[in-house]
């Protein structure tokens, strides 16, 4: 079965410091990793993804994420926080070996907070 | 605009008075699914649908039903609902789930069951 786990329910940093969001999975084969932001009272907003090639994925916002198959990790990342980073950050995972039952299983979010 | 819209954004009902929340989406998508979020839990699969006429079930499905008629529209039909459906409801859809397609999601339905 994959699953996903967030280990902080909350992150708190400064403006202007780097973030990182923690994420990891457990998959039987090869993951398709993804995050999403929420923003409150809206929707989930897709980030970024990988999928295959370049451990370290670019995605919307300045965000990145590194993918480490040795430690079964996909942190979030990004080098400057900004107030307006402040939301809610959900970690997927669909395995490809056995499909996942046709769907991403998601982590239990962690808010980040992003002060002045 | 390519999109995914959910209706009623916002609803209160009580126990046990049907009621249906409708989802459809733009973007010729085959995969269509339904999540619920509840506090610490994150997002929970209810339902998906691989494409029209073909439906099942995900984690949550107690109490739900769905519909797949039309390719762009997607049901979530409560029949009975209780205090403990009290939640945050999410449509998503994507092209499809076997090549890790990004899933785009609607803007929620909040659902309070008295």
């Known amino acids: 079965a994959q699953s996903v786990a967030q280990p902080e329910d909350q992150v708190n940093v400064a403006e202007g410091n780097p973030l990182t969001v923690k994420c990891t999975y457990s998959v039987s084969g090869n993951p398709y990793l993804f995050w999403y932001v929420q923003y409150p009272n809206r929707g989930l907003q897709f980030l970024l993804k990988y999928i295959t090639g370049d451990n370290l994925v670019k995605g919307s916002y300045g965000f990145e994420a590194e993918f480490n198959k040795s430690q079964t990790s996909f942190h979030l990342k990004k080098p400057s926080a900004l107030v307006s980073d402040s939301a809610l950050y959900f970690c997927?995972?669909?395995?490809?070996?056995?499909?996942?039952?046709?769907?991403?299983?998601f982590g239990t979010g962690t808010q980040l907070k992003v002060e002045l | 605009e390519a999109q995914v819209t959910q209706n009623p954004r916002y609803l209160i009902t009580v126990t046990g008075k049907k009621l249906t929340v409708t989802c459809s989406q733009n973007?010729?998508?085959?995969?269509m699914s339904w999540y619920r979020q509840d506090p610490g839990l994150g997002l929970r699969q209810i339902y998906y649908?691989?494409?029209?006429?073909?439906?099942d079930k995900g984690d949550v499905p107690e109490g739900y039903k769905v519909s797949r008629k039309e390719k762009r529209n997607f049901p979530l039909i409560l029949e009975s609902p209780s205090p403990n459906q009290t939640s945050l409801y999410f449509c998503?859809?994507?092209?499809?789930?076997?090549?890790?397609?990004?899933?785009?999601f609607g803007p929620g339905t909040r659902l309070l069951v008295l």
């Open positions: 997927a995972v669909r395995d490809i070996l056995t499909g996942g039952g046709n769907k991403l299983t």
């Open positions: 649908s691989m494409n029209v006429e073909v439906t």
């Open positions: 998503a859809s994507s092209l499809s789930v076997l090549r890790g397609e990004t899933q785009y």
């Open positions: 973007m010729n998508h085959e995969y």
